[in-house]
């Protein structure tokens, strides 16, 4: 992993620097794939709904915290229907400005924009009840993703979750040269989860995605 990063500082910059670049639109967030939105959002809206609601091993719609938020393309198609409150973290200030300016009236509902690199990013302890984080753990180093993921364990609520859902190599680390992010294998993403000390509830393979794009895998992890 660290011969596929090289030096971390230009990692994470050449990352930054590649979405300054990049049109603050569901087409700009989803790579050209702008298409499979709405069978993104209906498949993880089926998978968090197997978690929510009372009694035991559910978990609350209380607060949801939805990370590399970009437009807020998940905040306002998934977690603002199902959550009383919404706050986003992102590394591009644009994407968050063009969030707050296209949520509207459901915008009421939303306590927090954080323009933030995920490895930074520290989460106010048991503040949450869905931690999501979506198509950006490539952007963090294995080491990072271990810490930030004990950082997330920490801001749970009791009874909380942490929900990662993401691109998955068929074999190994496949670093994307492009937008300085890697790609990882499902064994590895279980070894770094199992480091955080945390355990995998459920995982799911998203169906119904183009052929040629990498498999989406969402985990549900406590």
């Known amino acids: 992993m660290d011969e596929v990063i090289g030096q971390e500082s230009a990692f994470y910059a050449k990352a930054e620097g590649y979405w300054k670049q990049v049109p603050p639109t569901v087409d700009g967030m989803l790579g050209g794939y702008g298409s499979i939105s709405s069978i993104d959002i209906n498949g993880s809206k089926k998978f968090l709904q197997k978690f929510l609601g009372e009694g035991p091993g559910k978990t609350n719609a209380g607060v949801a915290l939805d990370c590399g938020a970009g437009i807020g393309r998940i905040t306002k198609r998934l977690l603002l229907p199902l959550f009383r409150t919404v706050d986003l973290v992102d590394v591009t200030q644009e994407f968050l400005d063009k969030a707050k300016a296209s949520l509207g009236e459901e915008g009421k509902k939303v306590d927090n924009y954080f323009c933030c690199g995920l490895q930074d990013f520290q989460p106010q302890a048991g503040r949450y009840d869905v931690i999501w984080i979506q198509w950006v753990i490539g952007h963090l180093t294995d080491e990072h993703l271990v810490e930030f993921l004990r950082r997330c364990q920490g801001g749970l609520r009791p009874g909380g979750l942490i929900v990662i859902k993401d691109n998955v190599a068929y074999d190994g680390v496949v670093p994307d040269e492009v937008d300085s992010s890697v790609c990882r294998d ?3 993403l279980r070894r770094l989860i199992k ?10 393979q998203q169906l119904n ?14």
Do not use: D, M
């Open 186 to 188: 499902l064994p590895l």
């Open 195 to 204: 480091q955080a000390g945390l355990g995998i509830v459920c995982e799911e």
């Open 209 to 222: 995605f183009p052929e040629e794009i990498y498999q989406v895998w969402t985990l549900a992890l406590r």
